[in-house]
């Protein structure tokens, strides 16, 4: 062993690569697409400076799902569908919520203000469990978190004066619905809901049959399974938010909107049109 203090350590493969040609070749139009296509478009939609909150909040959220896209691509080419399909779960909730904001953009404040809902419960949490860590907070600061969440605070109370969870009235389901995403949020959504908390659904759903025996185990990575769910899905979401972004903001993207929509029923056939 080196005396001396610095110590380098060989960087080590992560992933399988040898996997990587095998998942393009399942999908080549796919990561054609995602690669040249919807890049080029992200790139054009989102430079510029915006001075309206709402088209500031579109685009946040847009791109959040964008960059997404890129994280799911990486893990379905490593064949690690189980958790592309959880990355995929939060691209599809955060289009609804974008389909739901560009319906209701009178909804707009409380999305918004909600935030100052959060900070409180973070200064309460630290109030009861880390009070040292709350005296390095300027009390400045927590006055004036305190003023924001009494200044909201009753529009997210129910008759009782109980917070929600949310800074919407309605459910995920309920947004889907509206959006036109109910059939996913039913079929998609519950099937990558159960993967990521756990429940006996997602754990059957991560199951293969041994050869050697009659007993189930894990799907081991890499694996073709889920791929194909996750990238649809994807894929959809990002076409989605690129579509609210462009209307609510007037991005003046309409043309590249509409060539990605077309390429997106290329790659995956009209059965999935839905996914958009």
């Not at 080029?40 to 896209?69: C, Q």
């Not at 919520?97 to 309460?124: A, M, N």
């Not at 919407?168 to 990558?192: C, H, N, P, Q, W």
Request: aromatic share 10%; with cysteine.
């Amino acid at each position: 062993m080196s005396d001396s203090k610095e110590c380098t350590h060989q960087v080590v493969g992560v992933g399988f690569p040898d996997f990587w040609q095998h998942v393009h070749d399942q999908f080549p139009k796919f990561f054609g697409i995602a690669s040249v296509e919807l890049t080029e478009i992200g790139n054009t939609a989102f430079k510029g400076a915006l001075s309206e909150p709402f088209h500031k909040i579109a685009r946040h959220l847009a791109r959040m799902v964008w960059n997404s896209l890129g994280s799911v691509s990486v893990l379905a080419l490593n064949g690690c569908g189980v958790d592309a399909m959880k990355i995929a779960r939060g691209m599809f909730e955060t289009s609804v919520t974008l389909g739901y904001l560009s319906l209701h953009p009178e909804l707009v404040e409380d999305y918004l203000d909600y935030h100052f809902v959060i900070q409180k419960q973070r200064c309460d949490f630290m109030k009861e469990h880390e009070p040292e860590r709350l005296k390095r907070v300027p009390g400045e600061l927590l006055q004036q978190i305190e003023a924001d969440f009494v200044r909201v605070a009753a529009r997210f109370q129910n008759r009782k004066g109980k917070l929600r969870t949310s800074w919407s009235k309605v459910s995920i389901r309920e947004m889907a619905k509206e959006v036109g995403k109910e059939k996913l949020y039913l079929t998609f959504y519950r099937f990558a809901s159960s993967m990521h908390h756990a429940d006996i659904g997602g754990a059957f759903a991560q199951t293969a049959k041994l050869d050697d025996d009659d007993i189930l185990d894990v799907e081991i990575v890499p694996s073709d399974e889920w791929l194909s769910a996750a990238l649809i899905i994807a894929h959809g979401a990002v076409i989605s938010v690129l579509g609210d972004y462009n209307e609510i903001a007037k991005a003046g993207i309409e043309e590249a909107v509409e060539q990605a929509d077309k390429t997106f029923l290329a790659t995956w056939g009209k059965d999935q049109q839905e996914a958009t």
